[in-house]
C-alpha cells in the first residue's frame, strides 16, 4: 500500500497504524504526489491511500495522474478537509473510497478494512475478466452455434457460427433480438415455457427439435440443447444448436 501525506510524521504514523490493524498491510509513504508517482512506477502496489490538501498537486490530481495510467488500481482519498464539491468531484474522477480524517485511532480499523476489501474487489474482477476470456476463446471458436439471452429473453452474445447459421452479416444483426424471432411461430410457445422454468429452477434443459427462422426468413431444422449459466455476472440462458 501507498500513503501519500505532506506530513511526514502523520504518513509514518498511518502506516504504522495500518499495520497494527492488519499484519498483512505493508506500506510505502511518500510526502508528495511526484514521490508518490515514484513510489507507484517502481514498486507492487495494490492500493493508494492520499491526502486531499497538499502543496503544489493535490490528491485529485494525483488521482487523475493515477488513472491514466492504473485505471483499476483502489485509490482511496483520506481527507481531512471535507466537502461535497471535493466528494462529488473525485466520486467523477474515479475515487475507490472517500475517508474524512477524524479523531482518535477507530478510523484506522476503518481505513484497513477499506484498503483490504478494496484490494479484494480488485482481484475479484480480475479472476472474472479471466473467466469470462477463456469463455470467449473457448465459445467463440466452437463449431456450433451458441447464443446467449439474458433474463429478458433477448439475445446478449452470439459466437461466430451462429453469425453464419442464422444469415447474419454480423453479431449486431442477431445480438438484442428476443429468443423466439429465432423460431417458427409455431414452436414459439413451448420454447417460452422452456425457457422460464430454466430461468426459474436454473437448471438445463432437456434437447428438443425446432424449426429455426433464420433473419432471411429461412427454415432450418436443428436440435437446441439450453443451460442455465452466467454472463458479466448476470443469469442467462445458453441455446447450442445442433444440425
Known sequence: MLHVDDEPGFAEMVGDLLEHEDSTLST??????????????NNRIECIVSDYDMP???GLDFLELVRDEYPSLPFILFTGRGSEQ?????????VTEYLQKEGGTDQYKILANRIKNSVQNVHA???????EQRYHNLVDTAPIPIILFDQE???VY???AAVEFFNADSHAE????????FLHPEDRDTSRQRFEKLMTESQSMPEIEYRIQTLDGEIKSATVA???GYYHEEPVAQAMVYQ
Do not use: M
Open 28 to 41: 510505502h509513504t511518500a510526502t508528495s504526489v511526484e514521490n508518490g508517482l515514484s513510489i507507484l512506477r
Open 56 to 58: 503544489g498537486k493535490d
Open 86 to 94: 471535493i466528494a462529488s468531484e473525485a466520486i467523477s474522477a474515479g
Open 125 to 131: 474482477e480480475a479472476v472474472i475478466e479471466r473467466t
Open 153 to 155: 429473453g433477448q439475445a
Open 158 to 160: 452470439s459466437n461466430e
Open 174 to 181: 442477431v445480438e438484442g433480438k428476443p429468443f423466439v424471432e
Open 226 to 228: 439450453t443451460a442455465h
